[in-house]
């Protein structure tokens, strides 16, 4: 809700995403592999390819891959211009070889087959990721004789899972991870993706319904929805995966005999609407639940699904079901954290003559509940207090300062008849002997009519100074007043400023989330954040603050914000 009597929180436009260990992911994979960053550098390497290669790790990380590894059949070196390998770390390509060498540590070559292929490596950082195959060497099982028992080839396999866990577990959001796991089976292993998720209810919702036509995909709404329970005993592929029993292949003639439950029923339904042939059908489990199933489904046209298929998709649920169930709590966490934050900052007090509205945003992090807070009441006297300030820290200690700090504020402002500097140097005098508050910062303002318009006092304790501007986009900042921030023990007295607000003038108390950003010096944000709002002054507020934190907030922004702004009517 918007209007001056309402508090509103705005959520920021993404979710930031989580990176995933290199070496941790590494290792889940069962063939030489290594990362390398923009510079070809190796930056992790798991058991497997030290153990090929005869080198410890320590004697390739650091190192340029091409340079230390890369050879001619007989052990010459590899001109870069004639490697296929670096062409394609250079075009941020997916490609692969069948035949080419690496240096090992004795001495020797190995002969190799490798994939490379773009990598995330987190922290907003790109890597690739290399994987090699030695089908030379003895531990290197002889490849299958059969081609139906392996319908993946081994590289393309471990490329799959390798990237299913970058994909999966570099976001925290739940349809984002559902999103990303359709294109990564669709249409590689199959030509239908379904996905049923068992609700924090133990209800069952059939959540994803898509097929690929080529690469064309299309997602089918009409069949997504509630599913009948989970029966207990029935022996039926889809309930056995709902139960965590097993993974089981499925096909129409599965569900045409005398339905044992609504499940089998909503089956039969599918199948007849889909015209799939073959299914394979896995548990998404996390560690500590089973979360769902994934159906993969082919047609027609494809060739139908045997047993050896069903360890590449059990891998790959598994992998899913880790995915959403970190989603899950993150989301539950990130939830937890806006409620605490919403419910410890105020709603603002209706007063004559201004219009007032706040904005809250949230830290990305949903661990990081911020120590940003506003406030606005009216004083005995008749005029209207104003606050903004930030106490130092991301956590829950943090917000619970924040709450000290703002009620302690409002009781020296409200028995206490003096300037707001005088009720500052109270409230820092108290937050050292009766808070755990190390350090904080806050503008401390009264607001009241005049002969002309409307008076604004008030001292600045460290904070980001308050913005004023025209209703014709004239904009300053209102540097008087500033003193040092909250905790710091000195003693100092602190300056008062007064400023009289023109007819038609806003005003705006900000956090310093708003203008600070990695790599940006505090004069450019605050230089960006006059020019957008002396070009909002038109606007009405509520539109006004909006747009305002839309323009101005940094996109890399990992820091909570919150935005107080008043306007004084024209006369």
Not at 83 to 96: L, S, W
Not at 345 to 353: D, E, H, I, K, N
């Amino acid at each position: 809700m918007t209007g001056p009597e309402y508090t509103e929180t705005v959520h920021g436009p993404s979710v930031p995403t989580a990176s995933v260990a290199p070496t941790a992911s590494l290792e889940a994979i069962g063939a030489g592999a290594y990362i390398v960053d923009e510079q070809g550098c190796i930056i992790a390497v798991n058991a497997h390819a030290e153990h090929l290669l005869g080198r410890p790790a320590a004697d390739l990380i650091g190192h340029d891959a091409h340079d230390l590894l890369h050879r001619g059949p007989q052990g010459q070196p590899l001109p870069r211009t004639q490697c296929a390998m670096r062409q394609a770390f250079h075009a941020g390509r997916t490609a692969q070889a069948d035949e080419d060498y690496f240096a090992c540590a004795d001495g020797t070559v190995l002969r190799i087959s490798w994939l490379i292929t773009p990598y995330d490596v987190g922290d907003r950082q790109a890597g690739t990721l290399v994987v090699f195959h030695a089908p030379d060497h003895p531990e290197v099982p002889e490849p299958q004789p059969e081609p139906a028992a392996q319908p993946l080839p081994e590289l393309a396999r471990l490329a799959l899972l390798a990237e299913t866990t970058t994909q999966l577990t570099s976001t925290l959001d739940v349809d984002e991870a559902l999103r990303r796991l359709v294109t990564l089976v669709l249409p590689r292993l199959a030509d239908w993706m379904v996905v049923d998720l068992i609700t924090e209810r133990d209800e069952v919702w059939r959540t994803v319904v898509v097929h690929a036509d080529g690469e064309t995909l299309t997602h089918h709404e009409d069949l997504q929805g509630p599913m009948p329970p989970i029966p207990e005993e029935s022996p039926m592929p889809l309930s056995r995966a709902l139960r965590g029993v097993a993974s089981n292949l499925a096909g129409p003639q599965t569900y045409q005999g005398a339905p044992d439950s609504g499940i089998a029923v909503e089956q039969r339904r599918l199948f007849d609407v889909t015209g799939m042939r073959s299914a394979a059908i896995a548990p998404i489990r996390s560690t500590r639940a089973v979360l769902g199933a994934l159906t993969l489904g082919r047609d027609e046209k494809s060739a139908a699904f045997t047993p050896v298929d069903l360890p590449l998709i059990e891998d790959i649920a598994r992998r899913a079901g880790l995915a959403l169930d970190n989603a899950r709590l993150y989301q539950r966490q990130r939830k937890v954290a806006e409620t605490m934050q919403n419910h410890l900052l105020p709603q603002m007090p209706g007063v004559s003559g201004l219009q007032m509205t706040v904005r809250y945003l949230p830290a990305p992090d949903a661990s990081q509940v911020g120590g940003d807070w506003y406030d606005a009441f009216p004083l005995s006297d008749a005029s209207t207090a104003l606050a903004i300030g930030d106490v130092v820290g991301h956590d829950l200690e943090a917000a619970a300062g924040m709450a000290q700090v703002r009620n302690m504020l409002r009781a020296y402002a409200w028995s206490q008849h003096e300037p707001p500097s005088r009720i500052v140097e109270r409230l820092d005098e108290a937050i050292q002997h009766i808070t755990d508050v190390t350090m904080a910062t806050t503008i401390f303002a009264r607001i009241e009519p005049a002969d002309d318009g409307w008076q604004l006092s008030w001292t600045n304790a460290g904070h980001p100074p308050p913005l004023l501007i025209s209703r014709d986009g004239l904009a300053r900042y209102l540097t008087d007043g500033h003193g040092i921030l909250l905790g710091t023990q000195t003693g100092t007295r602190r300056p008062d400023a007064t400023a009289q607000l023109p007819p038609g003038s806003t005003l705006v108390l900000y956090t310093d989330g708003l203008v600070e950003a990695p790599r940006r010096t505090l004069d450019e944000g605050l230089d960006r954040l006059r020019q957008h709002a002396a070009a909002l002054a038109h606007r009405p507020l509520a539109s006004f603050t909006d747009q305002l934190l839309r323009r101005v907030r940094p996109a890399g922004n990992d820091d909570d914000v919150a935005v107080l702004v008043l306007r004084v009517p024209d006369n």
